[in-house]
């Protein structure tokens, strides 16, 4: 019998990770977007009329991270796509400003999106100007009522306008103002001053349509969100556990120390990816012996969530790399965070050397250009230098990738760390 119970409260155990799991790492679009009913139905009622009646048009959505963007576009192509007619005949392509560097990879994307007549499987070949050309022509054939609509879906949209003559973004939009396919191009921002990015003659051809979204959740609903998100749905399986996991995870949401970490969480960022990974951790933590989330879990989760990762590189160093990192912060703090080069860091450690050092005995140059170049590896550091041949690698200008707080909290934890070095340190940092 305490086998078969062990076996029954393992594959609950299982279940339950399953179905919380897959919530958080899935993402499943919801019905209806919640808070954000009039955009959804305005950038509704714009795609239809390109998908539907064949009229073009060019829409800006923008918002910071995480406040939905991607989903609300997504939502309302579900149920654009669920229209038969407009199924079978729109032609969505996606381009994300962060994969398609240059005009001439977006091109070849659109290309290969298109399934256009130069393709052969994935590869896709011809000129900057061919491709062009063949994807304007191939967008203009024939008139409204017979052209395939096209939606073209910009991610990070202000990263388009970086590209050389923002060549691309023009030829789009002039299509979409002239009318003579029918294509929608759908921009995705964090950016509210992405207008003034544009060049004149692609401002004038953009609708200037904007979706703004604006992140209104409060702690409350936020608080709400994280209970929902850990609940169990009303179907499960065995009722008796369903009321306990649900009845915990009320518990666990009302505890002081879980309120003041959500809380943490939610000034610094209201974004639900960030809330699944935390959620994520606490869930880890969960076994058939422990089967409930604990406020330690949350916090250990939130400790492991915030975690800064150069501080932790820094535990790892060397005394002889931690000593030039104080070098490096003195000689900043000297010229008022201008570059540096190996050269002068030496110099500032030999220094200190001579004046104070007692526990730390003089290193050959070669072994601190050594250690020097191995911050560069873990980029502590980085070269100002964009072109490095001519120059000898003592006098290559850096720049300290590391502010105040975080070597001071490295020293605090660096075992065994030197008297000298931290009252060196110390004096560095004033």
């Known amino acids: 019998m305490c086998t078969l119970s062990r076996q029954r409260k393992g594959s609950i155990h299982e279940l339950v990770q399953m179905i919380l799991r897959e919530r958080f790492c899935h993402q499943r679009l919801p019905e209806k977007p919640v808070g954000m009913e009039s955009q959804h139905k305005h950038l509704l009622e714009l795609l239809r009329r390109t998908a539907v009646h064949g009229e073009s048009n060019s829409v800006l959505i923008v918002g910071p991270r995480g406040s939905g963007k991607t989903m609300l576009l997504n939502c309302v192509l579900r149920e654009l796509l669920e229209v038969k007619d407009v199924n079978k005949n729109v032609l969505p392509v996606h381009l994300n400003g962060l994969l398609q560097t240059d005009d001439r990879i977006a091109l070849k994307e659109i290309t290969r999106q298109l399934n256009l007549e130069n393709v052969v499987g994935d590869k896709v070949f011809g000129s900057f100007a061919e491709n062009l050309a063949f994807l304007l022509e191939a967008l203009k054939k024939g008139d409204r009522s017979s052209s395939r609509p096209v939606l ?20 789009l939009l002039d299509v979409s ?33 904007q979706i703004h979204l604006l992140s209104s959740l409060s702690f409350i609903q936020y608080l709400d969100n994280v209970r929902s998100q850990l609940s169990l749905p009303q179907d499960f ?94 000689l900043n703090d000297i010229y008022e965070g201008e570059p540096f080069n190996f050269q002068m860091v030496h110099n500032e450690f030999k ?13 050959d140059k070669p072994v601190v250009m050594k250690a020097f170049e191995h911050l560069q590896q873990l980029e502590l550091i980085k070269s100002m230098d964009s072109s490095t041949a001519k120059i000898q690698k ?26 000298d070095v931290k009252q060196w340190a110390m004096s560095a940092f004033g």
């Open 152 to 171: 073209f879906i910009l991610d990070e949209f202000d990263l388009f306008a970086h590209h050389k003559n923002q060549t691309l973004l023009y030829n």
């Open 177 to 209: 103002q002239s009318a003579q396919a029918p294509v929608a191009v759908i921009g995705l921002t964090c950016r509210l001053d992405v207008l003034e990015l544009l060049e004149k003659r692609v401002k004038s051809r953009f609708s200037h349509r």
């Open 237 to 330: 399986p065995d009722t008796k556990f369903y009321d306990e996991w649900n009845d915990s995870i009320k518990t666990l949401c009302e505890d002081q120390s879980v309120v003041d970490v959500l809380q943490r969480h939610y000034n610094s960022s209201k974004d639900f990816r960030s809330l699944h990974l935390l959620l994520m951790l606490a869930l880890s933590r969960v076994s058939a012996s422990k089967p409930a989330i604990k406020p330690t879990d949350l916090l250990e989760a939130s400790r492991v969530c915030m975690v800064d990762s150069k501080a932790n590189i820094l535990h790892g160093l060397s005394i002889l790399e931690l000593c030039l990192i104080i070098a490096m912060k003195h």
């Open 351 to 363: 220094k200190f050397l001579q004046r104070k050092s007692h526990s730390i005995h003089n290193f």
């Open 394 to 419: 003592e006098y290559q200008l850096m720049k300290l990738l590391l502010d105040h707080s975080q070597i001071m909290e490295a020293l605090q934890k660096y075992p065994q760390c030197p008297t």
